[in-house]
């Protein structure tokens, strides 16, 4: 790389308005703080979260489960770009990828601080350790994460080259690897469903509908999260973000939305008709069970939301209306951020195996450090995200000719 | 005080303290330094159980009994001792008999070295009313029981642990093989090797694997210097443990410690491969049932009632 792109990449990074400098500050002063309550966990164990033998993986496996529904989503906007040509999707199919990046770091961040011995990390690593492929579901996880993060950031680092050498891009050579990384997203998404859906000991989780509700619920929550930040970036650069764009996502936000509702009915029609003892963790989480109940307010909200903005989003009216679809979209955010994480990782394990129920909630210590996963995130699709843009608007490199191309 | 007394007594701190540290480098010595820090990195680098080389597992052994003696003061003897042939070990339990006095819970927690803060139980002792018509269902049954005096009137006990399922879901999921079946059908962990996933914990359908959240203590005097590399040796932070069937016991041909400790004779143990043996003649005559029969794990773990059925139906 030639001396002047360092240069070039490095004034972008660290050049910017005081807004953006702010915003970077703050979220590198959340990592460090989390970096900080790492030490502890780190010499203590994991007993210093909340989690127990009752309930083994909590809100870290919970954020994990989320972003890699955040991280699939890049898919929306890869298909009606890349296959049907839908060309107003064209200038943010680069930023959506940006951000399938920084999702699945934040998931491989989750799953190492999850681990009671991440220094042996390399146990995992193929040929150096033992790889439990393909038994283990794990070990497919961790090859499709490790095989999406790739495949996104060639093709975002590949375009940007040559936008960056005002050249246009032959989609020939990319097209295999554009084609790939539809079944990838769906693949990482579907694997992490299967983790959980292969455990016939967590009747809860044992429910072939898991995979198709954890498709469903990312294809809105991702997606629902591109279109807040699309308009932050429209705002804050020369990048044109046309508004056919965000109603386009918008609109598959709906549809996305309606099967994750109707994927929700049919679990809780099929667990609430036959009511066998399989009920048991659906009851606690929506009604509570044995005077357990510091999970039903959450879920209720959840639904609350999720029904609410799928009402906004089915009104064509409200949904080209900026003010209402970001009311949709943070709704949507947050309803499927409770339903991922509080709403099926903890009433998984609740009653355990043996019938205990312990309530968990994470910790302050969890939560800082998740924020700190969050902010880490966040840094790295900043900074790629200001890194893209600069080449595609031509503030550096020779954007020129190819940008409107892509 | 005057300066000088001052001194004499800062000298004779100094020299107390100095003999202390002598005596501590004394028993260090025994423990060369530059084998220490070899022995962090190699513990580190340490290759999974079932790839060492014979030798490497007799020095590996041999450094584990050092730095174990060295940690507890007394002599700890680690073994690695293969399982025999012709042996399949199977359990049994009676349920008419359990008294759900817990022995079995502490006679375990001693023989395995089982951390005692945070403290890590194997076996769990669920309490059931005998009328309720949903006994069944495990969370009608309470683990936290504490009454004066056991049994209960109108309460049965059901102990729990690991059922060394033929068909182990704890193995299947575990992405790097650190937790298998031995040919004996012991299900081990090689607490080297476990990266603390916890998807076992997940897996299993019985509640029989524990995590060390914390890093485990036993104090020394209690401390049971007759360990098995797969067993009983003590665990470190961040990995799983589970019940081995005593496997430093079961693989010399003695009984496991529950079944030591039980005081009603309520746990039967043994070969199942063997006709003569106690635990055929119970699977053989008496009628014996498994937990959670549907999910095909396959428990080598059986309860029975010797004197008839304690819940009407
Ligand atoms: S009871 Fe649990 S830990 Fe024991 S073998 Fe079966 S699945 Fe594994
Ligand atoms: S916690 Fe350890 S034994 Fe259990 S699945 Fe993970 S690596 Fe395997």
Redesign the pocket.
Known sequence: MPVDTINGIARTIFKGSKAYKTWVGVLSLFAALGIGLYYIQATQGLIATNMRDQVSWGWYIANFTFLVGVAAAAVVLVIPYYIYKYKPIGDIVLIGECMAVAAVSMCLMFILLDMGSPERFWHLIPGLGIFNFPQSILTWDVVVLNGYLALNLFLVVYALSKIYQGQEYKTKFIWPFIVLSIPAAISIHTVTAFLYLGLPARPFWNAAVLAPRFIASAFCSGPAFMLLIFQIVRKNTKLNIKDEALFKVGELITWAMAFNLFFLIAEIFKERYSATAHLAPMNYLFYGLHGHDHLVPWIWTAVIFNSIAFLILLMPSLRKNFTTLNIACVLIFIGVYIEKGIGLVFPGFAPDTLGEIYDYMPNSLELVISLAVWAIGLLIFTVFAKVTIAIKTGEIGHAGAASHEH | MSEDTKEKNNSLITRRKLLAGLAAGAAALALPVKNADAYVVEEYLRQHFKRLTPEELKGILKKTEEELSFKYGKQINVKATPPMDNVLYGYALDLSRCVGCRRCVYGCVNENNLSRNPQIQWIKVLEFEKENPKWQILEESNRYYEPEQVPEKGKFYVPVQCQQCKNPPCVK????Q??WQEPDGIVV?DYNW???????MAACPYGARNFNWGKPYVPNEEINPNMHYLGNRPQYKG??GKCTFCIQRSREGRYTACVEACPVGARKFGNLLDPKSEIRYILENLKVFRLKEELDTNPKFFYFFSMGMPVKS
């Open positions: 999921v575990c992405p790097v650190a937790t962990v476990c990266i603390g996933c916890r998807f076992c990995v799983v």
